[in-house]
T-cell receptor
Framework: AQKVTQAQTEISVVEKEDVTLDCVYETRDTTYYLFWYKQPPSGELVFLIRRNSFDEQNEISGRYSWNFQKSTSSFNFTITASQVVDSAVYFCALSEVTGTASKLTFGTGTRLQVTL | GAGVSQSPRYKVTKRGQDVALRCDPISGHVSLYWYRQALGQGPEFLTYFNYEAQQDKSGLPNDRFSAERPEGSISTLTIQRTEQRDSAMYRC??????????FGEGSRLTVL
């Protein structure tokens, strides 16, 4: 069975601080995808990134960066120079790739509060 | 349409009533998924379709829940004889073959 653990329930930072959101996963599959989604106060789920299990290169997109370490089954997300607009719940997810579809298993989310 | 559209956005119903939630996926997306998100939790998989075929319904909690996608586009999730524990955000998502999931804004169901 697949499992995603986001041990940090809530994090509060002051604007411009860097913050890392942790994600640890469990799977028996050799091929899988990892995702991060953002859920702002408005409630929608916004896709941030997808990474496949064969690509361990770190990725940077603006102030966002992701560190995938297969050896520790972790896929951590760092926001550099956080801003108030980053305040949201962030979900890490793992997908089972079955045929032509991807079923996601989500973590319980980390609520990030960025204050001035 | 431009994104995944769900209706109604909010539904309040009395215990015992049937409810139908609708999802209109992104045009051309093969796969359609239903997830349920309880307050303070991550979304949980319910079922998914490729075209009109229901491929996996292992996440449906019990036989009061059913879903269909008769023409391979719009899907309906039906909950019969609703119970208070069914209260949650019901999210629909669609994707191209195996690609990332794009979620709709969700339908928040409250059962009184």
């Amino acid at each position: 069975a697949q499992k995603v653990t986001q041990a940090q329930t809530e994090i509060s930072v002051v604007e411009k601080e860097d913050v890392t959101l942790d994600c640890v996963y469990e799977t028996r599959d050799t091929t899988y995808y990892l995702f991060w989604y953002k859920q702002p106060p408005s409630g929608e789920l916004v896709f941030l990134i997808r990474r496949n299990s064969f690509d361990e290169q770190n990725e940077i997109s603006g102030r966002y960066s992701w560190n995938f370490q297969k050896s520790t089954s972790s896929f951590n997300f760092t926001i550099t120079a956080s801003q108030v607009v980053d305040s949201a719940v962030y979900f890490c997810a793992l997908s089972e790739v079955t045929g032509t579809a991807s079923k996601l298993t989500f973590g319980t989310g980390t609520r990030l509060q960025v204050t001035l | 349409g431009a994104g995944v559209s769900q209706s109604p956005r909010y539904k309040v119903t009395k215990r015992g009533q049937d409810v139908a939630l609708r999802c209109d996926p992104i045009s051309g997306h093969v796969s359609l998924y239903w997830y349920r998100q309880a307050l303070g939790q991550g979304p949980e998989f319910l079922t998914y379709f490729n075209y009109e075929a229901q491929q996996d319904k292992s996440g449906l909690p019990n036989d009061r829940f059913s879903a269909e996608r008769p023409e391979g586009s719009i899907s309906t999730l039906t909950i019969q004889r609703t119970e208070q524990r069914d209260s949650a955000m019901y999210r629909c998502a669609s994707s191209l073959y195996g690609g990332e999931l794009f979620f709709g804004e969700g339908s928040r169901l409250t059962v009184l």
